[in-house]
Each structure stands twice: as C-alpha cells, then as structure tokens.
C-alpha cells in the first residue's frame, strides 16, 4: 500500500533534435525536490494535478493550463500540490534556443497561462516520442521559442506570419530533392540564408502546410507506389526515408486510413 501511495514512474531519453538535452516524463505521488539548479532551461507542462515551487524566494504553481519555464542556474524546488501528486512533462534545453538574455524575465514569470503555447508544449512532445520524426520535432521547437521570447521580450518579438513566397519556394525545392534523406531545419536555412522560425512561418503560410507535413505526404505517396509494385513494407519504410516499419505504419495510417500492409493487399 505505502508502495501505491508514493508511486514514482519516470521516463528520459536525449532525443536527435538540436538544443534538446533531455526529455522527462514523470509521475509522483509524495517525492518532493529538494533546492536545485540546473544548467539547462526548464520547460514544464503538468498533465495531471499540479506542482507548487519556490524560484527565487517566490512561490509558484502548475496549473494543468500553465507553461512553466524555469532559467538555468536559478536554484528552485518541486512538491505535489493536490494529495494525487502530479504527472509532468519536461524539456531540458540549452543556450542555443534561449538566450541569458531571458533569464531575468523568466525569474519573474516563470508561469505563463497561453493555451496555444501549452497546446504547442504537447505536440512537441509527442514528435520527440518518435524517431524519424525530427523535422517536425524541431520545427515545432523552433516556434515555441519564438512564442516564448514573445512572452518575455513582448516589444521586440512579433508572432505574425510575412508572406514570403520565394523562400517558400527553395524550401520545397530542398524537400523535393531530399524526399528520402531528409534535412533538418538548421541546414535548410542556412542553405536559403533565413531565420528557422521565419522559413518554417514562410513555408506554412504559402502553402497551408507545415515543412515535415509536406515531407511526410512526399514520402508516403512514393510508399503508395512501391506498395502496389508488391514489395513488403519493411522494404518500402527502408526506400522511402521513414525510420522503420512503425514509422512508415503511423503516418501512412494518419494520410491513407489503412495500414501499408492492408493497402498492399487490397492492390488487385
């Protein structure tokens, strides 16, 4: 019984995706965090309960509807607010996607209520579940820092798309030539010379789809076709750029309706 009241159940990984440097996922019912600091940002959304914390000699909270972002190096603690504890997940992420610059008015609103970012927080996560899924997993990230220093630096960051076509444009030339290897975010803009956050906006805003959506709905229409050539879907998940078979399964499920074996054997 004591066993059941202090449950504990955690899951970490380090994904493939730039500026990640842990995933964390936990469940505790009574563990409370002593002081601490940690050299990475702490990106925290609460699914279950929540979470009360001391930053900075200031008491805080996790309300399920609330993005937490604690700064590097800033001591804080953690304790279960409500008698059920709480379910949370985490994002660790280094310098590279937030700045010190930050780390001021992040101590003083660590908590910030927006449901679109906290709905952002989520599918990011769900992405990062998933290897061969990194594009969509940075993109993802590279807009939820953009919202996030337009929380903390408001005059100086704007969220509203430009319309820019042409670097539309060269990015689906890229994805097009790189329909089975891929490419990740950082490398396609630095190829067409543009900010991550404004070549992902661009893209989505010309052709009502985000990067990954475009480079997934390539790679899955070649599938389509091997598929009705006859070969497995082992063979095809290999040729067409997915990570593995379950992979190729997901998406091919999520834009056809069947799984790839099933389609293969409705051919005629």
Do not use: C
Not at 1 to 7: E, S, T, Y
Not at 23 to 28: K, P
Not at 223 to 235: D, Q, Y
């Amino acid at each position: 019984m004591a066993a059941a009241r202090n449950r504990q159940e955690v899951s970490a990984w380090r994904p493939s995706v730039p500026g990640v440097t842990e995933v964390f996922h936990a469940h505790f019912t009574e563990y409370a965090y002593p002081m601490h600091v940690h050299e990475a940002w702490t990106l925290l959304i609460v699914d279950d309960g929540a979470v009360r914390y001391d930053l900075d000699r200031h008491e805080h909270g996790t309300p399920h509807d609330t993005v937490s972002l604690l700064p590097p190096h800033v001591p804080h603690n953690g304790s279960p607010a409500t008698p059920h504890g709480f379910r949370k997940r985490v994002l660790y992420l280094d310098g590279t996607r937030l700045g010190d610059d930050l780390i001021g008015p992040a101590v003083d609103s660590p908590d910030l209520r927006d449901p679109v970012l906290r709905l952002r927080v989520g599918q990011l996560h769900a992405a990062l579940a998933h290897p061969g899924d990194e594009l969509e997993a940075d993109s993802r990230l590279t807009l939820i820092g953009d919202r996030l220093r337009a929380h903390l630096r408001p005059r100086s960051v704007t969220d509203v798309p430009r319309r820019d076509p042409a670097l539309a444009g060269r990015l689906r030339e890229l994805l097009d030539e790189r329909v089975v290897q891929g490419i990740a975010l950082d490398e396609a803009a630095a190829l067409v010379e543009a900010h991550p956050a404004h070549l992902v906006r661009s893209f989505s805003t010309a052709y009502g789809i985000a990067p990954h959506q475009y480079l997934m709905s390539r790679r899955v229409d070649r599938a389509r076709r091997l598929l009705l050539e006859g070969r497995s879907p082992a063979e095809v998940a290999a040729a067409t750029g997915f990570y593995d078979q379950s992979h190729l399964t997901r998406h091919f499920r999520k834009l056809v309706g069947v799984p790839p074996g099933r389609y293969r054997n409705s051919a005629r």
